[in-house]
């Protein structure tokens, strides 16, 4: 074939090419063609809903401002008083008012990005993961709230009001009216046109929400503990709950006053719309239509836009919401990348607006000045990360790390070898050098920011001098001068040697116990380290197979319960929180007397007191409370975006462990 | 040629069974079994509750082990075979004794009897009617209560007619109801601590008795050797696509479909570039064996062949791919295009995609460059010393030709050898770069699927892996014969 027309060919396989891929794109916009007039027509019917809404609002506030009787009046028991402060009490509402003072409609707009996973599930009920919780956390809402700068208070939310009463064993909620249901995407569609129409929040619907959480058949374990105390609920009219719990419990409380809504108009039916048989619903509910849609409805700022698996989940703010949202119009999870390298990347280049740091990432990158578009750190300065296009800050997290004895184990029967090492742990070195000062000694089991936390109680300061005395007190000596510590027990001459299992691929944990590992050695203690998948640990963890293992607890509330870690009934038992074998008759009989207490000034000293017993019996040797650092996108982020502000603003007035919340956040361009 | 195709193609059959039963069984083997599962669930409360919490664990946990298949046995079903002496002996061996440890073995004894489904009703029914095992009632109406317990399932709702839905319903209720009480008491054994026991043991021979031919062993024992197993079940939801992942909330291949084709390309296309570079090198080196250019490029190829590609990929993300200032990068940080690449028009989509993938491919394909290229020079070095060849110089054809027309390609076969062997590595090797890129293929959805325990979406992704990597081999199978005439003639 001569070279010409070899040319030729050449030139008509690629036109052939081109044209072949242009075939085979033209599906792909067709499809985006009709995505976007279909968002187009969202966008319409948003904008109608919110014309609807505001026309509601100004109705409402021309009737208050004239008395109209067609508004509900105030009942006395509701009017602001000094009593609404927040504490809860009995006989009368203390709920605060609804906070709407973060919000600026001048600052209403845009998108924020951030990374996250994609939830498995949104079933507020048989999911129970975090991602799961924070999805409904946007969509939903509960009957009462807090502020992220007083935590601690209660604020109305759902409920307009509550009184608590029987001594802590009847909660009587009053819901506030005109609050409606979102409507979920699927109601688009032909097959679910039944769902397509306006549903108001009833009490029915919290009724409903224990009704599932209740039933045997519904699989939700660690829900259902916390509700075994609930006696009944009752609702006597649409927009009054009542709740009967068994027994005075404090942790009634939080669970009444953090109950979310269910919606009954969805779940208690088929995908037909004809109702479930009452007998069926407990197992239709573990897998129902709805959640395999992917579906989720709340009464809350948010509602579920985009869900694409592993790729991007992204929230609309919900137009006929009651309350007061965030100041974005949408907030979308980047859930392709994966890795802390690749995030970081994608953070630099403007594709989200904020980021936690790995500590090694920290040290590369603002420590070391490897990004030159974050500050460097003033020792003198807390705040020097603000300055920078890249804002950065140290944060607190609400969790500790700790090495858990096994107490079953008789090398850690006597308390002064837990003491000895505890003693031996360089904490403040590990803490500076490995973790590179993201963290903080934890002392004891409640957190250092808690207003519970005992000051009183000492660390155990690394002291080996002391390590020593104490191991040598214990009966630990070097009887056979092989330089490993041992001692008769049970007549047999045991040597101190503690297998470490903790999880793999934790880089800093393997550096920081061969340190650990080291400062025993020079004591005679033998320490090896194991490391194991998930799954295996979770194994060992509920079959108490270690002798310590290197465990965290992330912690909720600032109202500490300590019977589900400490208490000596689930020291044995297989999947128990209690998984070194704690026992102490006296923690028991606090944490029980605690449970019973509502009153701060009756709680501290009982907290203050358990915390010293636990302290000074050192059934974990308690490591670090967890930090963090916090990035965001500072100023003149990439043209495409806004950078965000408010940040700083939260970072200063909130709670230092709530102090991240987004309510303060917003874009604005230079 | 068709019929060495058609051969080819008959052998890849038992080779992917052979596969799919390895895949199934090392999953099995890993995943938690029924047992386990309950018993670390149970233990719960103390004395009666304790009881009830373990029924109720067991009775949720069949129905979950039974959407998948795991409440059947692996690969073969003999449960069938299983006599009523047999069962009595394990209901005896479950019988406590004076020994301290007894109490997890019986327990974890009767927990087996307990999940082994409705091929047990009927020897159990014959030991609750001996009245000569009167102490064995207790424990056998426990165990012939869960394994004749029908968990019905969220689907039943729609395939079952209400009436049978009720029947299944009433049915397990009374079940639960007609358990004799009982204690296994370290001194003494068995001991029944029920005053209705009677009465229970002829309701629950009633009750089964009614239903008689839905547990009837005789005509299925033989078939439920394969039929009733873990793999025929999993095997039966594989092919005919009903394998559904949990995490997902949807038909697994129809997950995998929006992402093998990412996969699949980027590999065929690091195959080709691979091909594309080492050839050329290999014979450049093969006619330079020896000189310096010929051992420095030796020397460069196993330095980069020696770094892993894992680091490779994050070294040029940070450095490639991060924007400066100006937010100007010289490659993206993820995905295969760009957001818009949609609307450009083909031309300009072809090198947004080739943009993207720059950086992918290279940390795909350049360790491949090492192995591909030194194995052609020795096999081209070895053809240039042969006599065809000194034959061919010696009748004045051109170097070139000689080289390229009669030395390599006699020397491909190996390539071709070792492009199927590529093809292997390539598919395990894509886990790190997808994650580092952010590319949404199969690789990062296997690896995902397995973190999160989702063994539906796990095996589908494996058994479309094997599938691709089996018509890769296939295709190297016909190549062998397109290059090689000896192989070519001894086939067709």
């Known amino acids: ?670 | 040629m068709w019929s060495y195709a058609f051969r080819r193609l008959l052998w890849m059959i038992p080779t992917f069974l052979g596969i799919l039963v390895i895949n199934f069984a090392v999953l099995r083997m890993q995943g938690l079994s029924l047992t386990d599962t309950i018993a670390s669930g149970m233990g719960k409360g103390d004395g009666e509750r304790k009881a009830e919490s373990a029924s109720q664990a067991i009775e949720t946990w069949l129905g979950r082990f039974h959407r998948t298949g795991n409440d059947l046995p692996a690969l073969i079903n003999l449960r069938g075979f299983t006599t009523s002496d047999g069962v009595r002996g394990r209901l005896l061996a479950a019988e406590r004794g004076p020994q301290v440890d007894e109490a997890k073995r019986s327990r974890a004894e009767l927990e087996d009897l307990w999940l082994q489904g409705p091929l047990l009703v009927e020897p159990l029914l014959a030991v609750l009617k001996d009245d000569g095992a009167a102490r064995l009632h207790g424990p056998a109406s426990m165990a012939l209560s869960l394994c004749a317990y029908r968990p019905l399932l969220p689907e039943d709702a729609y395939l079952l007619a209400p009436a049978e839905q009720d029947r299944i319903r009433v049915r397990n209720e009374r079940l639960k109801q007609l358990r004799i009480a009982y204690r296994n008491d370290r001194e003494q054994g068995f001991i029944t601590a029920d005053p209705e026991a009677a009465r229970k043991r002829d309701a629950l021979i009633a009750l089964l008795h009614a239903d008689a031919f839905e547990f009837s062993r005789s005509s299925r024992r033989w078939s439920a050797i394969v039929s009733e197993t873990g793999f025929v079940d999993f095997a039966h939801r594989l092919f005919t696509g009903r394998l559904y992942s949990e995490t997902r909330k949807a038909l697994a291949f129809d997950v995998i479909a929006e992402r093998w084709s990412v996969t699949a390309w980027l590999n065929l296309l690091s195959i080709l570039i691979a091909w594309a570079v080492s050839i050329p090198l290999g014979v450049w080196s093969a006619r330079r064996a020896g000189s310096f250019a010929d051992r420095a490029v030796t020397g460069l190829l196993f330095s980069l062949w020696s770094i892993p590609s894992f680091f490779v990929a994050t070294v040029l993300l940070h450095h490639f791919c991060t924007q400066d200032a100006s937010g100007a990068a010289w490659f993206p940080n993820r995905g295969l295009s760009s957001p818009d690449s949609l609307w450009l028009s083909t031309p300009a989509y072809l090198a947004d995609l080739a943009w993207h993938a720059a950086l992918p491919l290279f940390c795909l394909t350049y360790g491949s460059f090492t192995s591909l290229s030194r194995y052609l020079r020795a096999n081209v070095q070895e053809q240039l010393a042969s006599d065809y060849v000194r034959s061919a110089r010696a009748k004045g054809v051109s170097e070139d030709v000689v080289v390229w027309s009669h030395a390599t390609r006699n020397s491909m076969v190996t390539m071709i050898t070792l492009g199927a062997g590529l093809l292997a590595e390539l598919f395990g090797g894509f886990v790190f770069v997808e994650y580092v890129f952010s590319i949404p293929g199969l690789g990062m959805l296997t690896l995902e699927a397995a973190k999160q325990m989702d063994a539906p979406l796990m095996m589908a992704a494996t058994v479309v892996s094997v599938g691709l990597l089996l018509v890769g081999i296939l295709i190297a199978d016909l190549l062998y014969a397109v290059a090689d005439p000896r192989i070519r003639s001894r086939y067709v």
């Open chain 1, 1 to 670: 074939m001569s070279k010409a027309a070899l040319a030729l060919l050449t030139v008509v396989a690629l036109l052939l090419v081109v044209q072949i891929i242009d075939r085979w794109r033209e599906p792909a916009q067709l499809q985006a063609v009709m995505n976007a007039s279909e968002r187009a027509a969202s966008a319409q019917e948003r904008m109608l809903q919110e014309l609807k809404a505001m026309r509601h609002e100004l109705a409402r506030r021309s009737a208050t401002a004239s008395n109209d009787a067609a508004v509900e009046p105030l009942s006395p028991a509701d009017k602001r008083d000094d009593k609404r402060d927040g504490k809860p009490r009995l006989g009368a509402n203390f709920l605060l008012p609804y906070d709407r003072t973060h919000v600026h409609p001048a600052w209403f707009g845009g998108t924020i990005r951030e990374f996250n996973v994609t939830p498995k599930g949104f079933n507020p009920i048989v999911e129970n993961s975090a991602d799961a919780n924070e999805a409904l956390g946007l969509v939903n809402d509960s009957l009462c709230t807090s502020h992220p700068a007083t935590p601690q208070l209660w604020s109305e939310s759902l409920a307009e009001s509550v009184v608590v009463s029987d001594d802590w064993k009847t909660y009587t909620f009053r819901l506030r009216p005109g609050v409606v249901w979102q409507r979920p995407n699927c109601a688009k569609q032909k097959e679910f046109a039944w769902l397509d129409r306006d549903v108001p929040l009833t009490s029915a619907d919290f009724a409903f929400y224990v009704e599932m959480v209740q039933n045997p058949e519904v699989e939700c374990p660690q829900l259902k503990s916390y509700y075994d105390d609930l006696e009944r609920i009752e609702t006597p009219d649409d927009r009054t709950i009542v709740l009967h719990w068994k027994k005075k419990v404090f942790t009634s409380m939080s669970f009444s006053f953090g109950m979310s809504p269910l919606p009954r108009h969805i779940y208690a039916f088929s995908r037909d719309g004809s109702p479930i048989a009452a007998k069926a619903i407990g197992t239709v509910f573990n897998k129902h239509w709805f959640d395999d849609l992917g579906g989720i409805a709340g009464v809350g700022g948010y509602t579920l836009d985009v869900n694409e698996s592993d790729k991007l989940v992204r929230f609309r703010r919900n137009p006929t919401y009651w309350g007061a949202t965030y100041h974005f119009d949408a907030m979308e999870w980047d859930a392709e990348v994966k890795l802390p390298d690749p995030q970081l990347v994608a953070f630099k280049n403007g594709q989200v607006h904020s980021l936690t740091l790995q500590p090694a990432q920290w040290k590369s990158q603002i420590v070391d000045g490897g990004e030159s578009r974050f500050a460097r750190p003033d020792p003198k300065d807390p705040k020097a990360g603000r300055t920078g296009e890249l804002g950065w800050e140290k944060v607190k997290g609400n969790s500790y790390s700790y090495i858990g004895w096994n107490l079953r184990r008789a090398i850690f029967a006597d308390k002064r070898t837990r003491q000895a090492l505890a003693c031996a742990m360089p904490k403040q070195r590990l803490i500076d050098e490995i973790w590179f000062g993201l963290g903080r000694p934890q002392i004891g089991p409640v957190h250092l920011d808690n207003p519970y936390f005992n000051s009183e109680i000492k660390d155990f300061a690394y002291d080996p001098t002391r390590a020593k005395a104490l191991l040598s007190e214990s009966g630990w000596r070097d009887s056979d001068n092989d330089g490993w510590l041992d001692r008769e027990i049970d007549g047999k001459r045991v040597p101190l040697r503690i297998t470490l299992k903790f999880l793999a691929n934790r880089p800093t944990w393997e550096a920081g116990l061969l340190v650990y590992r080291d400062e025993l050695k020079r004591l005679g203690v033998d320490l090896r380290t194991e490391t194991y998948e998930w799954k295996e640990m979770l194994r060992i963890y509920e079959e108490k197979d270690f002798d310590a293992v290197v465990g965290g607890w992330q912690l909720g509330s600032l109202e500490p319960d300590f019977v589900q870690v400490w208490n000596s009934a689930s020291a044995d038992e297989p999947r128990s929180s209690n998984h070194v074998g704690f026992r102490n008759a006296r923690v028991d009989e606090l944490s029980l007397r605690l449970r019973e207490s509502f009153e701060p000034e009756t709680r501290m000293p009982i907290i203050k007191e358990i915390q010293a017993i636990i302290f000074e019996d050192q059934p974990y040797l308690f490591f670090m409370s967890t930090g963090s650092v916090f990035v965001w996108q500072n100023r003149g982020a990439p043209a495409k975006d806004r950078w965000l502000a408010g940040v700083a603003e939260g970072l200063d007035a909130y709670h230092p462990l709530f102090n991240r919340s987004p309510l303060l956040w917003h874009f604005v361009r230079e």
